[in-house]
């Protein structure tokens, strides 16, 4: 069974860090890129990083490309994404994401608040 679980999330107040991780189980792994999306209720899901298998190569979106970082470890099966500097626009449910599979997390509430 294919599962995707997300974690790490949670209240933070503006300028503040939180690190998400996302454990994957029942594929493998380390075959596959991995992503993290975000979804506010006002938007559509949007692409928020992307690594490659190896973790060699990753991208992130313009806007958050100074403050978030992705990572993985294929030997604990689990990506990361490391957002720094937050902002209230980064308020939304991030979802981990297996493009090439089509798998998804139940998501992680992040809110940024003071």
């Known amino acids: 069974q294919v599962r995707l679980v997300e974690s790490g999330g949670g209240l933070v107040q503006p300028g503040g860090s939180l690190r998400l991780s996302c454990a994957a189980s029942?594929?493998?792994?380390?075959?596959?890129?991995m992503s993290w999306y975000r979804q506010t209720p006002e938007k559509e899901r949007d692409l928020v990083a992307s690594?490659?298998?190896?973790?060699?190569?990753?991208s992130v979106a313009d806007s958050m490309k100074d403050r978030f970082t992705i990572s993985r470890d294929n030997a604990k099966n689990t990506v990361y994404l490391q957002m720094n500097s937050l902002k209230p626009e980064d308020t939304a449910v991030y979802y981990c994401?297996?493009?090439?599979?089509?798998?998804w997390g139940q998501g992680t509430q992040v809110t940024v608040s003071s």
């Open positions: 029942g594929f493998a792994f380390n075959n596959y890129i």
């Open positions: 690594i490659s298998r190896t973790g060699g190569s990753t």
């Open positions: 994401n297996c493009p090439t599979r089509n798998y």
